[in-house]
């Protein structure tokens, strides 16, 4: 029996005995993610209350007498303090003095019971005038203007525009040394940073003050980054419209590094006039601390980088003793991110749980190489779990870049990537197991030049030597990883491979050897429809065992080195290799509504067999065909959590599987 002075040891240890009954949270190593999260102690409430009749930034910030911005309240929320903020829209950037000291003692930001707080990076625009002097034909001698079309002007106010101009700026400055000119359009890279939005909508922004005459709903900024001009859908007034224009680089971020123990919750970011990484300076931005929570907040418009927890960038001098990571964001709802969702650079025992990351990366800036949902370097003891990633725009829902050691991807949802070549990257990782378990991913469609598809006439296809077709789209990607562990996922609909990995020789770091891409365990995972092959083994110095192949094309398993690449079935995959002894191949009908999150699984429709084609007595044509496996040995749930038989259950995430099923796959437990 535990006394009162032992309380605190007393429920440390039934917290801990959750974690470990919580199979999601087992990392490769054997052991449990521990969260450092406890019950905070808050000795002092401050009330924000901008709507309030009585509000001012000279009270006290008693509940009656509440600050009117929430920056008033962030220069006196000591730790012990937590800053409750009341309905409204907040058009500052709030800067926080202090962190806390410890779990107990933290800096809580948080809404008041349940008000939607909107932080805003943007300020209302209301004054206009035609736009003139300007020739909106591409040609001095092209035919006359058409008088419908019409073009506003606002200028800035340089009193809220001081200290930042986000129309000076371009989106990339600091930075540049890994983009590859020759590969890519820059014309996003050199647009300006500023947005411009009518009634929540942005404008597109365009290079020249002409090309707003065939795109309604443009702008485009002076030289000087002074004067915006624009033109509404329908040619409309903006005196009818709410015109805001983005002024503050960042929503909710420290002016100094290091500030750590703070709690952000329950705030809708909006509107951040953010630059593309490095720096990751995000809407909502750690500022190099550690063991912020940033918890059930909504990032909304943020022209470069969401969210970031991280080191910021590798041009910083990192202190031995300096801690980097111990954050946890949860449950938050990150939309239309343009180049990164979440940067997280050298960071340790991070949780990323129960979040809505939803079209990343329309700022098309993937060569900037640091671009996705989520983009972390030498990340390590970390669990990604829970998540939705979906309609991610030419860059990887994932990408662990460099040097990732004992993390833990489980229970996520990797949907409708479009011209995405990869859902997850992991790169570079030579050292200790990562584990992809118990994930679906769905719909890569890969990004490629189709021009440069060659066509095969005759036979002369069925002679080359390798495969040199362009076509990607893969769900996993390794390049120059070793050790990858990736079981009891569903991987469907891919236009290239579900699993390919590349050795990259010589990609070699300091005192370190090139990648070799060897010890991956592909292991009791579904294949379904993927359009080049299901697994592309660099070498065969790599494991696979109970998989299910489903819907495949021919020569669906690959081994390419040494050259010449094989294309086999799985009966010559299992014979010449050794593979997949316990696998099966076959036909079901799988379905994924990535709009409302069902997926449906059926047996397939019956076929006119061709005459030649022998189906096998193992063949899979219905749900009762598909054999059960031995689980793998670092994974003991399924996709929902729940404990499994470590003897034999159902390759994939799931464990029970009938005809015309429809589940519910979204793994949120904050839905």
Not at 51 to 70: E, L, Q, V, W, Y
Not at 160 to 170: E, I, K, L, Q
Not at 472 to 500: K, M, P, S, V, W
Request: hydrophobic share 35%.
């Amino acid at each position: 029996m535990y006394v009162m002075g032992n309380y605190k040891l007393y429920f440390k240890l039934i917290e801990m005995e959750m974690y470990m009954r919580d199979l999601t949270s087992r990392l490769p190593n054997g052991e449990n993610f521990i969260s450092w999260e406890t019950t905070p102690s808050y000795h002092q409430e401050l009330h924000v209350a901008t709507n309030h009749p009585n509000a001012s930034d000279d009270n006290d910030g008693h509940k009656d007498r509440p600050f009117k911005t929430i920056n008033a309240a962030a220069s006196k929320a000591v730790a012990g303090t937590r800053v409750l903020i009341h309905e409204g829209t907040y058009r500052e950037c709030v800067r926080p003095a202090y962190g806390g000291t410890s779990p107990e003692q933290m800096v809580a930001y948080e809404n008041y019971e349940d008000d939607t707080v909107i932080i805003k990076a943007s300020e209302l625009a209301t004054s206009f005038n035609k736009s003139e002097g300007w020739r909106i034909n591409a040609q001095p001698w092209g035919a006359p203007a058409d008088d419908s079309i019409q073009i506003w002007q606002t200028k800035l106010d340089p009193d809220v525009f001081r200290g930042y101009n986000p129309f000076c700026a371009v989106n990339i400055l600091h930075d540049r040394l890994f983009i590859e000119y020759d590969k890519t359009d820059m014309t996003s890279y050199l647009n300006r940073r500023g947005m411009v939005f009518c009634d929540g909508k942005p404008l597109v922004q365009v290079p020249l003050y002409n090309h707003m005459s065939k795109i309604p709903g443009s702008y485009w900024v002076e030289a000087n980054g002074q004067t915006i001009h624009f033109r509404l859908e329908n040619d409309a007034d903006p005196h009818d419209h709410v015109i805001e224009l983005t002024c503050r680089e960042q929503c909710f971020a420290p002016e100094v590094p290091f500030l750590s123990y703070i709690k952000v919750k329950g705030l809708i970011c909006a509107h951040a006039a953010t630059g593309a990484p490095v720096p990751q300076r995000g809407s909502i931005s750690a500022y190099r601390g550690h063991h912020w929570i940033i918890e059930d907040c909504t990032i909304d418009w943020s022209n470069g980088v969401g969210i970031d927890i991280g080191n910021e960038c590798w041009h910083h001098t990192i202190d031995p003793e300096q801690i980097l990571g111990y954050s946890i964001i949860r449950g938050c709802k990150i939309f239309n991110v343009g180049v990164c969702a979440i940067a997280a650079m050298f960071v340790n025992n991070i949780l990323v749980e129960d979040n809505l990351i939803q079209g990343t990366g329309w700022q098309k800036m993937e060569l900037s190489w640091e671009a996705g949902g989520l983009k972390a370097h030498n990340c390590h003891n970390s669990l990604i779990r829970r998540n939705i990633f979906t309609k991610t725009i030419r860059c990887d829902h994932l990408w662990l870049d460099v040097h990732n050691v004992n993390n833990r991807i489980t229970s996520n949802l990797f949907l409708d990537g479009i011209e995405q070549r990869e859902a997850i990257f992991i790169e570079c990782t030579r050292e200790g197991v990562n584990l992809i378990d118990n994930n679906i991913f769905w719909n890569i469609e890969g990004r490629y030049d189709s021009s440069l598809l060659k066509d095969e006439p005759g036979s002369s296809g069925w002679y080359k030597m390798e495969d040199d077709s362009p076509i990607n789209g893969y769900a996993i990607y390794g390049e120059g990883t070793d050790r990858l562990r990736i079981a009891h996922n569903f991987i469907g609909n891919c236009q290239g491979a579900g699993y390919f990995a590349k050795t990259v020789s010589f990609r070699i770091d300091i005192g370190t050897r090139g990648g070799t891409s060897r010890d991956a365990h592909i292991y009791n995972n579904i294949f379904y429809d993927c359009k080049k092959a299901a697994i592309r083994f660099p070498t065969d110095k790599n494991k696979a065992d109970g998989n299910l192949y489903l819907n495949m094309p021919g020569g669906y398993l690959r081994v390419c080195y040494p050259a010449p690449e094989v294309c086999l079935d799985l009966p010559s995959w299992q014979e010449f290799y050794g593979f997949d002894e316990n696998a099966a191949d076959g036909k079901l009908d799988i379905s994924i509504d990535t709009d409302n999150f069902f997926m449906t699984i059926k047996k397939a429709k019956p076929e006119h067999q061709h005459p030649f084609f022998k189906e096998r007595p193992e063949f899979v044509k219905k749900i009762e065909d598909i054999p059960e496996v031995p689980s793998y040995e670092l994974v003991s749930n399924d996709f929902f959590g729940n404990q499994v038989d470590s003897n034999k259950r159902l390759p994939g995430p799931f464990t029970q599987l009938t005809d015309s099923l429809i589940i519910n796959i979204d793994p949120r437990l904050k839905k």
